[in-house]
């Protein structure tokens, strides 16, 4: 049971637009915790997609946007292309558990 | 630009250590934290704990028993000690950069250890 929950899995069709969710508590991303998006390709290590809830690192396709409201944080992709099917993560710090929490994960699938 | 590469034994017998090292290459160990997340096949991202170049740590509550990091500023490189180890440890390990905005990059390639007799 992660600490931030995301759906499993999501998907969509080339050229679409897919948002995946992030939904973390008080003690979390309501308590003004950044939060981050990685990306994992399939056999590879995360890569840092989103840092600070809505700026991408340098070379990162402006097709990844994050935002953040209250206790929920978003990543979007427009413009869906085959290689973007990867398992996406949110992660953020929760002063309770003084560290950093992962979400579980989704899929993405590309239709 | 800042690689990291882990190295160690990628079998351990249940009940005894797991032991890593991390090299960092292309910049200095001595700023930024230093952390590890272990990922079992098949499912999500787990921080371990992490430690900074001046030796403070922190390490995730769950673990905290069994878990030792260290670094050594001289080889630019940290560590990770796991004891009592059981199949339940079985992981990709992966050491990565910790930033002070608290996000991690760049994460080295991972190193699978699996525990089995």
């Known amino acids: 049971q992660s600490v931030l929950t995301q759906p499993p899995s999501v998907s969509g069709a080339p050229g679409q637009r897919v948002t995946i969710s992030c939904t973390g508590s008080?003690?979390?991303?309501?308590?003004?915790?950044?939060v981050h998006w990685y990306q994992q390709l399939p056999g590879t290590a995360p890569k840092l997609l989103i840092y600070?809830?809505?700026n991408r690192p340098s070379g990162v396709p402006d097709r990844f946007s994050g935002s953040k409201s209250g206790t929920s944080a978003s990543l979007a992709i427009t413009g869906l292309q085959a290689d973007d099917e990867a398992d996406y993560y949110c992660?953020?710090?929760?002063?309770?558990?003084?560290?950093?929490?992962f979400g579980g994960g989704t899929k993405l699938t590309v239709l | 630009q800042v690689q990291l590469q882990e190295s160690g034994p990628g079998l351990v017998k249940p009940s005894e250590t797991l032991s890593l090292t991390c090299i960092v290459s292309?910049?200095?160990?001595?700023?930024?934290?230093w952390t590890w997340i272990r990922q079992p096949p098949g499912k999500g991202l787990e921080c371990m704990g992490n430690?900074?170049?001046?030796?403070?740590?922190n390490y995730n509550p769950s673990l905290k028993s069994r878990v030792t990091m260290s670094v050594d500023t001289s080889k630019n490189q940290f560590s990770l000690k796991l004891t009592s180890v059981t199949a339940a440890d079985t992981a990709v390990y992966y050491c990565?950069?910790?930033?002070?905005?608290?996000?991690?990059?760049?994460w080295g390639q991972g190193t699978l250890v699996t525990v089995s007799s």
């Open positions: 430690i900074y170049y001046s030796g403070n740590t």
């Open positions: 990565v950069r910790g930033q002070r905005e608290g996000y991690f990059d760049p």
């Open positions: 292309g910049g200095s160990i001595s700023s930024y934290h």
């Open positions: 008080s003690s979390n991303i309501g308590a003004d915790f950044d």
């Open positions: 992660q953020s710090y929760d002063n309770s558990l003084s560290g950093w929490v």
């Open positions: 600070g809830n809505s």
